[in-house]
């Protein structure tokens, strides 16, 4: 299965921002646990490559390492070398969507108005970003859709539980959750991962329209 029919099919991209390298493997092994099969690791995370490196190597094909906040072909290609499959990026940057696609990697940068949307899906994204999802609603999703269905959306930024399953009924293709599933900063421990295991097992549910 490719990369991009893989965030199409599991639609939630974990994102982890500011998690310590000690605590990857947990976190993401709890992930795991409660069906997340996609992880970003931003790139302004403390030691973001060697962290990739090593879910990477973890994970292999189980799970699909991406990572998020690339601003820049620079950046671009750091984490494309270190094994990222995927890259997320909160803005549009045309040269950092081409050269993610000449590693042949999934391109996945961010937009909001329906000029940029489209100027993204032009020169090659996979998937578009819908940042910062806590300033639309999932009706903007949904009248995105009309004029441009063959484009994927994937909101991120402020998708929780709750309206979660809005943005789904929508049409949303995917959805990056950050800070309602895995906290930048938070004490990390037996039982705080096995909530982490639930809470993704509840968002898990809820992307694919289930009673959670």
């Known amino acids: 299965m490719s990369i991009l029919s893989h965030i199409l099919e599991h639609k939630i991209i974990s994102i982890v921002r500011g998690t310590e390298l000690q605590h990857m493997l947990p976190v993401a ?14 790139m ?15 994970f292999e094909d189980s799970m699909a390492i991406g990572a998020g906040t690339v601003l820049d072909p620079e950046s671009a290609r750091a984490a494309l070398l270190a094994g990222a499959s995927f890259l997320l990026s909160p803005s549009l940057n045309v040269e950092t969507i081409r050269l993610t696609k000449r590693y042949g990697a999934v391109s996945i940068p961010g937009a909001y108005t329906p000029t940029e ?3 993204a899906y032009e020169h ?3 998937i578009v970003k819908i ?26 930024g402020g998708i929780d539980l709750h309206n979660i399953r809005a943005y789904a ?9 950050g800070g309602s599933l895995v906290p930048a900063k938070w004490a990390i421990d037996y039982d705080s ?8 097992a509840q968002f898990v549910r809820a992307a694919h329209r289930e009673e959670i």
Do not use: C, H, W
Not at 44 to 58: G, H, K, Q, S, V
Not at 138 to 148: E, V
């Open 29 to 42: 092994q709890a992930l795991y646990a409660g069906g997340i099969r996609l992880i970003e690791v931003t």
């Open 124 to 126: 090659g994204a996979d």
């Open 169 to 177: 009924d929508a049409g949303a293709a995917a959805f990056g959750i």
């Open 117 to 119: 949307i489209v100027t």
């Open 44 to 58: 302004n995370t403390p030691d973001a490559l060697e962290a990739i490196r090593l879910l990477r190597a973890e």
């Open 193 to 200: 991962l096995e909530q982490l295991t639930d809470k993704a």
């Open 131 to 156: 940042f910062p999802a806590d300033a639309i609603s999932p009706s903007f999703i949904k009248s995105l859709r009309g004029p441009l269905p063959q484009i994927p959306l994937m909101p991120t």
